[in-house]
């Protein structure tokens, strides 16, 4: 721990040796955190996202620096489905300490693979989508829009919520409960999904009661009589029936018409419901593929790009060595022409020669060469 009033190394006492300021209530913030720290990871441990968070954030509003509690809180949210604030945790974290952190590892990871980015931006455009769906009255949209993020995004438990929302709405109460169930699984004490639980057993509760028509106690049915005969007490229909070989044959051919009606209602439905649900996997699955080869063709693309411009490089590079070398080699003839003690041609050679082309020995045998030329026309035309 580090004085925040002059970044010395504290010790175990409350006064800062360097500076000598009072730093009893800088431990005392630091304990607190890291008392949050230890709950939220206990909660974590045991699923409780919720509570996780909820003791993490405030871990970090104690210390910002605390890098164990900020690692943690950005796997919780990535556990839950929500990337994009487990991302702002880990970047914030990595600056904090660019060294020895975790946060660069799942950044790292994350960020390796390209595909699975790609499928995160598009689980949360899908997810903002339907929610725009939902407030403009087309939940039939939204219902299909979310059922593609859970798909590509098991673990979002806000995409679970709002599904099993819709499904409320719209009294499935049966596939509201399984969603809430799998949201349960991720994180076992979110205060909306148990809320919306408790609604969904209320409901299923209610249901069998309401169906339930049973006859009141000492009430018998209105189309019999009774009579008595000793102490016993006869009830017998009012009507009676005798069946003919007709009336059987008519009783068996309706009857065989209502199992073919019931087959009907009860199979076709689901038939028509498995097509729907195959052909709903196709398309996420041709969508996936669609996905992962248009990532493929980008990236092969930007290896296209990137042999281009090493290549533009390559060939700038040996320009500018080519015509280093005659630059070179024009101050060589131009040295031996002051050699052979040929000045005017010196003079001249020398004329078309530029000083920034040289560095080093070569600028060295410039500047000489330019200086005596100089002294000796001087003293020539003098």
Not at 77 to 103: D, H, R
Not at 176 to 191: E, H, S
Not at 236 to 254: E, G, K, Q, W
Request: aromatic share 8%; glycine share 6%.
């Amino acid at each position: 721990m580090k004085c925040i009033y002059c970044g010395a190394e504290l010790t175990g006492e409350t006064i800062c040796r360097n500076c000598g300021a009072d730093v009893s209530i800088q431990k005392r913030i630091v304990r607190i955190s890291n008392l949050l720290y230890n709950r939220g990871l206990e909660k974590a441990s045991v699923r409780d996202l919720s509570g996780a968070q909820t003791l993490l954030r405030q871990s970090v509003r104690f210390n910002k620096e605390n890098i164990d509690a900020r690692n943690l809180l950005g796997l919780c949210y990535f556990e839950t489905g929500e990337v994009v604030s487990a991302l702002v945790e880990w970047v914030i974290s990595s600056n904090l300490k660019p060294e020895n952190n975790l946060a660069k590892q799942y950044l790292g990871i994350l960020q390796s693979n390209k595909n699975r980015l790609d499928v995160i931006n598009s689980t949360i455009r899908k997810y903002n989508q339907s929610i725009e769906y939902c407030l403009g009255g087309h939940e039939d949209m939204a219902i299909m829009q979310l059922k593609k993020v859970i798909a590509q995004n098991p673990k979002m438990v806000k995409a679970y919520q709002l599904l099993a929302l819709l499904y409320m709405k719209y009294g499935e109460w049966d596939r509201a409960g399984r969603l809430l169930k799998k949201a349960a699984q991720i994180d076992n004490t979110n205060t909306t999904t148990l809320r919306y639980l408790t609604e969904v057993r209320r409901e299923r509760g209610r249901r069998p009661f309401a169906r339930r028509r049973s006859s009141a106690p000492g009430q018998e049915d209105e189309k019999s009589v009774r009579y008595l005969s000793g102490n016993d007490v006869v009830i017998m229909p009012t009507t009676f029936r005798d069946s003919s070989t007709v009336a059987t044959i008519i009783n068996i051919f309706l009857g065989i018409l209502l199992g073919a009606a019931i087959v009907w209602f009860l199979t076709v439905p689901q038939v028509r419901q498995s097509a729907n649900d195959e052909a709903n996997k196709s398309v996420m699955d041709a969508n996936a593929s669609l996905a992962t080869a248009t990532a493929t063709a980008q990236d092969l693309q930007d290896q296209i790009d990137s042999a281009n411009q090493s290549a533009k490089n390559a060939e700038k590079e040996r320009d500018d060595a080519n015509s280093r070398i005659e630059s070179y080699n024009s101050l060589l003839s131009v040295a031996d022409l002051y050699v052979l003690g040929d000045q005017t041609k010196t003079v001249e050679a020398l004329g078309k020669l530029k000083a920034d082309d040289y560095d080093g020995a070569g600028k060295t045998l410039y500047d000489d060469i330019t200086s005596q030329i100089g002294d000796a026309l001087f003293n020539q035309y003098f």
